[in-house]
Each structure stands twice: as C-alpha cells, then as structure tokens.
C-alpha cells in the first residue's frame, strides 16, 4: 500500500518532544507515512505573522490534508489570532472529536468505568467570533447556530455512534432558555436521531447534563453539543478520566483532518524530557484510522495500552501505588515500541478491524427549509439613559405604515407596558415595532428605513437593527422576558 502524505507540526514548548515519541512509536508500528514538516506558533507570530501560520504551510495543508499538529505557545499580548480557529475555520473543520476513557486500575480516577465520547461543533455558536461594543455600557457576542452546520455535526455523531459500535448518542442544550438557537439544535438531533433507530437517543439541558457527566459519566455514551458547552464540558471529561495529557482529539472537515493532543505546550515542563506524550499519541491513532491504517492503528494502540497496564508511567500519572516505573518522554515511548505486537490482558483491547472503510463525512444533500418568509417588524436598539415610560413617550408618535411600538426591553427583560420600577437598566433598548398579530405583512422595507430616519430626526441614536420575520407564519424570533 502506497504511502500517505501528512503534514506535521512539532509546535512549542514540550510539543518537539512528544512529536518525536509520537512519530517514533508511529514508524516502528509500521505506518505508512510521507511526513511534510512546517513551522507555526511562536516563532511565526514572533517574526510578525498574526497568524502564527504562512502560506507556504497552509499549501502543504491543501496538498496533504492531514495535519497532526503538537501544541503551541501563542504569544502573550493582544493582536495574535488563534492558529486553532484559524485552521478550524479555513478547512471547515466542523468536528471535534475527543474520547475520554478512563484506564482504572492503572491510572488514578474516580470514574474507573468512564468512556465518553464528547463530538463538539467546531465552527458556530459564540466562536464567530462576532463582537461588539454597542454603547459606553454594553458588549454583545453574538450565538450563531445554523441548520446545515448543525445538521453535519449532529448527523457526524451518529455516524460516528454506528461506526465504533457505541450504543446511545445523548445531546447537551440549553433551550429552554435560547429556544431558537439551541432549540434548532435539539430539534436537528430529533429529526436525525430518527434515521438512526438502532442507537438509544436523549437529551439533557446542558446544567443538569453537565452535573450528571461529573458525577456519572459512565451513563454516558457519546454527546453532541454546540461549540461552547462542548469546550468546556470535554475539558472537564478528559480531566475526570485521569489527565489532560492523556486525551488525543480530531478535527474533522468534509476534505481535511487535524489530529492533536487536548493540552497546550507546557512551557515550564519543555526539553527535560519529562512529558507525556500520550495525548498527541492517541490523536494520531485517530488519523491512522482516518487514513485506512487501522491495522497500524490497532498494534500501535494496543502495544501503548500494554505500556499503560504495566505500570510504565510518565511523571503527570505515576503514582506509587498503581506504578512500576517512572520514565521519560523518550524512554516512554521506547516501552510503546518493546510492546509492539502485545495486546493489554485487563484493558479493554483495541479492535479497529471493523472502523469505517468511507468518511464519516458522507450526508445526504442539504435540503434548506422554503417556508414563506414575511417581515412584519423591526428590533431597532436605541442607545437611551432615561426610564423605559419617557422613550416609549418618544417614540409611539414616531409609528406609521400599521406599525406599533410592541414592548421596549432591557437586556432582554420586558420594561415597557407594564415594568417594575425595580427592574435594573443600561443604556440601551430593544424597541419592538411590530405590525399587529391580524396584519401577517408583508411589511416594505422602506417602512423600516423611513422608521429609522424618523427615529434619527427625532434626536435619538439607534444602535443596531434586526428584521422581525414570520416563516410561513410563525414568528422568526423570541418574546421578551416577561413579554
Ligand atoms: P497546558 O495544557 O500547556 O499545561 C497545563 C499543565 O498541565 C502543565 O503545566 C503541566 O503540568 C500539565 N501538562 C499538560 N500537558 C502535559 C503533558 N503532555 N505531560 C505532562 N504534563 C502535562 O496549559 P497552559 O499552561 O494553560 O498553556 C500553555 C500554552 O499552551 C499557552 O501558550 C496556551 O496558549 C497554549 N495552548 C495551546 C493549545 C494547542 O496548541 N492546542 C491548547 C491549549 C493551550
């Protein structure tokens, strides 16, 4: 078999030297690999690349399409991009793969019967990254979840559940609070999870989950989430199994892979040969399987698990009560190989055999919803300081073409009609100029426009605008609080 181009990066840090045990324990296990080596992190951003990545390195990335990335150090001091999101978002990168197994009795935990699978959207939800200042007072993020994003990463979980024979895909949410973002999360989950109907499906609103997980997490099979709870929560799971250095995780994109290690480059503990290679070991068994060399996978796997069960630890898991030996990154890796051929006797062995033979990435076409749409309305925020009864004065006499002002809220609680005195304000209101509940619209834009100069004239100063639409005649958005 033909060998397979990757392209490798040693990182910062201890990264050089868990790549080296990494690639070491890969070549003698038989891989078969044509290694592109590149340079990003530190020096990169150091030498004035915000990026901490040059062109030349992201051709080397479309040619091969695999990357098996060590960590790297970013820089202190604003202005440098994160490399991560960087390579997430330019190779569509939507999948986040990261199992997180426990290894009792050989490796310390309170969870001997751990094996989760966190799958975490990669490229949505608050990480668009899209931010701003609105008023002297107030920063807003904006949650980005959207159908076809969320259709490929709920649908890769329970591919992923089918093809490494997992029983149950559960998916974490909090949409009884954001009922349209999260909620079109938990209904994609439904609507898939149907096509699936031999795995076991649930959800959980993500605080309880998140509680259940740190408590029980061997209830728990493989979970999907949106980007930020899936961030936290597989922290919290890797580090409850045994150790951050001991979890590998996958970026998977449609086209493109990138396989790593969970945890950052440990300045404090580089070049002393101290480090535990593990992570980034069990990252690159993922790409051996993304790339057809399940078989090498399988050996290279079992011969580590062995490793582990005979009590040869790195510093961050030895303890002296489970351990036989401690050893370095080097002489860690060199236990791997000696193994070679060995298969643990109390670890569950690795069995890659059946690991599936077609990306996972496979869908059927994206098919986008063709409700009518129909704009019947306006949020329009207005920077104001005065209370929530002296703007709507303001602002009734400013309505025209049907509409009326519906409410005014305050970040997101309804002020005006009705409002507490007591109720807390900052300097900017969401007015909701709506045409009434008997006119389904459409509305003209222009009435939107003319409103806004209107309200411009008027002496005030509007923020930000959202069309309020209907979808073949249901609202497109949200009632205030306590609307
Ligand atoms: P870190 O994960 O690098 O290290 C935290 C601590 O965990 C270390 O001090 C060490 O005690 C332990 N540790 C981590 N990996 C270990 C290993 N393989 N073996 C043994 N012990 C290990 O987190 P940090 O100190 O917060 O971050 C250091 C740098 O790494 C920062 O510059 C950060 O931006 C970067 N970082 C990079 C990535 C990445 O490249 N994917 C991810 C996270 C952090």
């Given at each position: ?5 990757i392209t490798v990066a040693h990182g910062d840090g201890i990264g050089p030297e868990i790549m080296s045990?990494t690639l ?11 290694i592109e080596t590149i340079e990003i992190g530190e020096k990169v951003y150091l030498r004035g690349n915000p990026a901490g990545i040059d062109s030349a390195s992201f051709e080397s990335l479309r040619r091969t399409r695999v990357f098996l990335k060590a960590p790297i150090t970013t820089p202190?001091?604003?202005?440098f991009k994160s490399l991560n999101v960087t390579t997430r978002k330019a190779f569509?990168l ?157 970026n998977?994109?449609?086209?493109c892979a990138m396989f790593e290690a969970?945890?950052g480059s440990?300045p404090?503990?580089a ?9 980034l070991?069990?990252g ?200």
């Amino acid at each position: 078999m033909p060998n397979v181009p990757i392209t490798v990066a040693h990182g910062d840090g201890i990264g050089p030297e868990i790549m080296s045990a990494t690639l070491h324990i890969l070549k003698e296990a038989g891989a078969r690999l044509d290694i592109e080596t590149i340079e990003i992190g530190e020096k990169v951003y150091l030498r004035g690349n915000p990026a901490g990545i040059d062109s030349a390195s992201f051709e080397s990335l479309r040619r091969t399409r695999v990357f098996l990335k060590a960590p790297i150090t970013t820089p202190q001091g604003g202005g440098f991009k994160s490399l991560n999101v960087t390579t997430r978002k330019a190779f569509g990168l939507y999948a986040n793969v990261r199992p997180c197994l426990s290894y009792h009795p050989f490796v310390e935990t309170k969870h001997p019967r751990m094996d989760v699978v966190i799958v975490r959207e990669n490229e949505e939800d608050l990480y668009a990254g899209i931010e701003h200042r609105q008023t002297a007072d107030v920063m807003q993020c904006l949650k980005l979840i959207t159908r076809p994003g969320t259709e490929k990463i709920v649908r890769y979980a329970f591919e992923y559940a089918r093809a490494y024979g997992r029983k149950k895909v559960t998916c974490f949410t909090k949409d009884n609070i954001m009922k349209l973002t999260d909620g079109l999360f938990h209904e994609v989950f439904d609507t898939i999870g149907a096509e699936y109907p031999d795995l076991e499906k649930e959800h959980w609103i993500v605080d309880i989950g998140a509680a259940k997980l740190a408590d029980t997490p061997e209830v728990f099979d493989v979970i999907v989430m949106p980007n930020l709870y899936g961030d936290i929560l597989s922290d919290v799971a890797a580090q409850i199994a045994g150790s951050v250095g001991l979890a590998g995780s996958a970026n998977i994109g449609d086209g493109c892979a990138m396989f790593e290690a969970i945890h950052g480059s440990a300045p404090r503990r580089a070049g002393q040969n101290l480090a535990n290679p593990s992570g980034l070991f069990l990252g690159a068994i993922q790409m051996l399987i993304h790339i057809g060399q399940s078989d090498v996978a399988e050996r290279a796997h079992n011969a580590w698990l062995r490793t582990i069960e005979e009590g040869v630890h790195t510093y961050d898991i030895h303890d002296p009560s489970s351990s036989k030996e401690k050893v370095g990154t080097r002489e860690f890796a060199a236990a791997v190989v000696a193994r070679l051929g060995k298969r643990p006797e109390v670890l569950r062995e690795a069995r890659y055999g059946n690991a599936p033979r077609r990306p996972l990435t496979d869908r059927p076409p994206y098919v986008r919803p063709s409700d009518p749409k129909a704009l019947v309305g306006a949020d329009v925020f207005i920077e104001f300081l005065g209370r929530p009864p002296e703007l709507a004065a303001r602002l009734q006499p400013l309505c025209a073409d049907g509409l009326r002002l519906e409410m005014l809220s305050n970040r997101g609680m309804k002020v005006w009609p009705g409002g507490l005195e007591e109720t807390f304000t900052v300097d900017v209101y969401r007015c909701r100029f709506q045409l009434p509940e008997t006119n389904p619209g459409p509305l003209a834009h222009r009435a939107v426009t003319a409103l806004l100069d209107r309200i411009t004239a008027s002496g005030l100063e509007f923020v930000k605008l959202e069309g309020l639409y209907t979808f073949g005649g249901k609202p497109g958005f949200s009632r205030g609080q306590g609307q």
